[in-house]
């Protein structure tokens, strides 16, 4: 910056020298002496602010011209950048998906059931909701009457291996024809079994609620062995947690995720204003 400003006044002053004398040789010389002393005054002031002024914008231009150049190939290179992060992070996240979805859980799986053929429907059962669940890991809404498929078959394979508990599947109105973000029910339901009482006295509840137009409510109710408030953001909740932050992304404040405590029965209302 200082060295342009230097190099730009040298080049002025080196014109001024370079002209004036022809430029006041043009003054007649016919004037008083006073006269003609002023005259050369003005004369050389005049045209060192003009030669000042004419070269200081033309080195402003040139100088705007460079700082715009290298300013286009900074922002060209840093989206060059962020382009390649975001290849490396979606090589990284399909990289994922292939080690632990189809490298590793899918075959060491159908090896297994090679080796134990007795239980081959129960694993066939869990690939499957395995299958679906990764199918629909997007935050791209997908229909309602899928999520509440989902919801009942995830129910009954947590039920074949919580025996004796009871569990309430209702739904209220008719089903809308309304899109809902995948697996939004996966870790309520999952919540219920694992932190809820199992067995005869779980008394668990699962209700769709469609009474209210353009609205989606869900209610999951179950028991727990100890009383205290659930925060959503504890580490062993993080299903939940991730829910709230899909929830977002998806429907900003026309969604809601509410828990109650009441007595020993804990209960979480999901509604969403599709």
């Given at each position: 910056m200082s060295s342009g400003i230097l190099l730009c006044t040298l080049i002025a002053f080196a014109e001024y020298f370079y002209i004036i004398d022809t430029i006041t040789s043009h003054i007649p010389t016919d004037l008083s002496p006073d006269s003609y002393q002023e005259a050369i005054i003005y004369t050389r002031h005049e045209t060192l602010i003009s030669i000042a002024l004419r070269d200081f914008a033309l080195f402003s231009i040139a100088g705007f011209g460079l700082v715009f150049k290298d300013a286009l190939k900074f922002?060209?290179?840093?989206?060059?950048?962020?382009?390649?992060?975001?290849?490396?992070?979606?090589?990284?996240?399909?990289?994922?998906?292939?080690?632990s979805h189809d490298h590793f859980t899918k075959d060491i799986l159908n090896l297994y059931m090679r080796q134990h053929p007795e239980i081959q429907k129960d694993l066939h059962e869990c690939m499957g909701i395995y299958e679906y669940s990764y199918n629909h890991i997007s935050c791209i809404t997908y229909p309602l009457r899928e999520e509440i498929g989902f919801a009942r078959r995830l129910t009954a394979f947590y039920q074949r291996y919580n025996p004796g508990t009871p569990v309430s599947f209702s739904t209220i109105g008719d089903i809308p024809d309304a899109y809902i973000l995948p697996l939004s029910t996966e870790p309520l339901i999952t919540n219920m079994f694992k932190h809820g009482v199992t067995g005869p006295q779980g008394n668990m509840s699962i209700e769709f609620d469609f009474s209210v137009p353009n609205l989606i409510q869900m209610r999951f109710s179950n028991k727990i062995a100890i009383t205290g408030k659930i925060v959503l953001d504890q580490a062993n909740r993080q299903g939940l947690s991730l829910l709230k932050k899909r929830l977002y992304l998806v429907y900003q404040t026309d969604a809601s995720l509410q828990q109650t405590l009441q007595d020993d029965t804990c209960t979480f209302i999901l509604t969403i204003r599709p």
């Open positions: 922002n060209k290179l840093l989206k060059e950048h962020i382009n390649s992060l975001k290849e490396n992070k979606l090589l990284e996240k399909d990289m994922q998906s292939y080690l």
